[in-house]
């Protein structure tokens, strides 16, 4: 058939130039304000929350564990036994200065007999006369830049003070802060996957009930000459916006809510508990690194609703 | 009516020796283990024809015009559409031949969520065509069924007659090769049935083939054009 041949009798105006306003031209040909729409946006947007919290909590963890280590791993101590019959503070001095001609020790301190009895006061209590107890004195050493060879100080104390000094460089202490850091970290790794998971699984249900409930929009797109690609393109889309909304809503809470952690911490830290709060918490802040994952894990939610919804209706067609 | 129909027996403007737009030959037709409801059912329908297909409710004429639109297919015989064989089609083929179709349903089948613009405009806007491309060309027909005053207007909110006319005007915006209609006048009054009717022989005039499925005899009678007669599960042919 020629062109326009269909409308010869019609009137030939100017009919785009007077349409309404307010007419709506490219409404989403599959609806998207629906309840069952409203609930899966709810469903992402709480799944959501759930994986950044966990996320964020994991990066909490991560940079207080690095915190920790970063100034744990600056020093090493060094622990001088009495013996019977020694002088302890010749032996000190000794080992103090074993430690200060070591290459890459930035500075030593010895704590005097006073110092290492008051550190005892937690456990013994003051007002104790503990001048007949042997006492271990301590010798912090902190450490410059560069790796100075903690090998060959440990060989040099037990050669000059076999029995007395010894070195303890935290290693133990690292690895396990190390691996605890790590398995939280991993723990919120396998959670976010797990609510991405379970996110996907939501949408393929979504997905398959939408198609049943719009099986006439489906037929009709069908019969008025839409492909298989362009129907799944309208689903994908409906979905991606759905994804994107709930997604949206559940990165937000859960920045809020991490936000307003921050707030509280720092409130607490002006209290009598704040100094154990920020030990343990660090800053309860989680960088830029923390809320990019957050965002990241919205972003993410509604990728894989998006490209789920479409895997989905493609096999539903097929 | 002045409908000058050729009276589809093959013989058309181009003199009969295109290739049928739609040919059955021995269909058969049953739903899952079920009775045959259509039997050695064998015909054709020319480029630029007219025909009607009637008979008593119940008797296949659904089944027949979805055998046509590809939405079943034959339980046993020979489908052709557009010269190509129905039998395992590709999906893309598929396509391509329903777009060469306007086929109006007997419920209508509009979107509810759209306006009467947007399901006008549907069979473009699946085509992939950007809306400001066809704008000119869905209010102008539009206009011209009468529903020019009512494009913004949601489906369920329409009348039954405006529905139909809706429905006609999503089959024919595509400029269709053939149109398929199912009782596209049972809504409306004998009226506007006539002029929906003189539509149809207007866009047959310009080269598309109609079928159209009723029992409405009054109808039929306007137009001098072949019957396809359903009844007992078999089709006879008249005129």
């Known amino acids: 058939m020629s062109e326009g041949a269909t409308l010869e009798r019609a009137p030939r105006a100017t009919p785009a130039a007077d349409l309404p306003p307010t007419l709506r031209r490219n409404a989403p040909l599959v609806p998207t304000d629906t309840s069952a729409g409203r609930a899966l946006a709810a469903v992402i947007a709480i799944l959501t929350f759930l994986a950044a919290l966990c996320a964020g909590g994991a990066e909490i963890v991560a940079s207080s564990a690095a915190q920790w280590q970063g100034s744990v791993a600056q020093e090493v101590t060094i622990q001088v036994r009495p013996g019977p019959g020694r002088d302890t503070d010749a032996d000190v001095a000794t080992a103090a200065a074993l430690a200060a001609a070591t290459p890459g020790v930035a500075a030593t301190r010895p704590f005097s007999k006073g110092e290492s009895e008051r550190l005892l006061e937690p456990w013994l209590g003051s007002g104790l006369d503990l001048g007949d107890l042997p006492v271990p004195r301590l010798i912090t050493v902190r450490l410059g830049s560069g790796t100075p060879d903690l090998g060959s100080l440990r060989q040099r104390l037990a050669e000059a003070l076999p029995g007395v000094a010894s070195l303890d460089d935290h290693a133990l202490w690292l690895s396990r802060l190390s691996t605890m850091a790590n398995t939280v970290v991993g723990v919120g790794i396998a959670v976010v996957a797990l609510v991405l998971l379970a996110t996907g699984l939501a949408v393929t249900f979504a997905t398959r009930g939408a198609m049943a409930g719009n099986r006439e929009v489906v037929e009709v797109l069908h019969f008025v000459g839409a492909d298989a690609d362009f129907i799944a393109r309208e689903f994908q889309r409906r979905f991606f916006r759905l994804g994107l909304r709930g997604g949206g809503i559940g990165a937000a809470a859960a920045l809020g809510v991490i936000g307003l952690g921050g707030a509280l911490a720092r409130l607490w830290r002006a209290g009598p508990a704040g100094d154990e709060i920020e030990a343990l918490f660090g800053g309860f802040a989680i960088g830029w690194r923390g809320y990019a994952s957050v965002v990241l894990i919205g972003v993410i939610a509604s990728v894989v609703t998006a490209v789920v919804s479409r895997l989905t209706v493609r096999r539903f067609l097929d | ?239």
């Open chain 2, 1 to 239: 009516m002045d409908a000058r129909t050729d009276r589809g027996t093959g013989s058309s403007l181009l003199g009969g020796m295109d290739e049928p737009v739609v040919r059955f030959e021995n269909v058969g037709m049953r739903y899952g283990v079920g009775p045959e409801v259509l039997s050695d059912i064998s015909f054709t329908i020319a480029p630029h024809s007219f025909q009607f297909l009637t008979g008593p409710s119940g008797a296949g004429k659904t089944t027949l015009l979805r055998l046509i639109l590809l939405s079943v297919r034959p339980s046993r015989g020979l489908v052709s559409v557009f010269g190509e064989e129905v039998s395992g089609i590709s999906s893309e083929a598929l396509t391509s031949l329903r777009r060469r179709m306007g086929v109006v349903f007997q419920d209508f089948r509009l979107l509810d969520h759209l306006t009467t613009y947007e399901n006008v405009a549907l069979p473009l806007r699946v085509q992939g065509r950007a809306e400001t491309s066809y704008r000119a060309e869905v209010v102008e027909l539009l206009r011209w069924v009468g529903l020019g005053e009512r494009m913004h207007v949601l489906p369920p909110l329409l009348s039954g007659g405006e529905k139909q006319r809706a429905a006609i005007a999503r089959a024919l915006i595509a400029r269709p090769e053939l149109l398929l209609a199912d009782e596209p006048t049972g809504n409306v009054d004998p009226q506007l049935g006539r002029r929906l009717l003189r539509l149809f022989v207007e866009l047959n005039r310009l080269g598309t083939s109609v079928l159209i499925a009723t029992h409405d005899f009054a109808l039929m009678d306007l137009v001098d054009a072949r019957r396809f007669i359903l009844g007992n599960n078999r089709l006879r042919i008249e005129g």
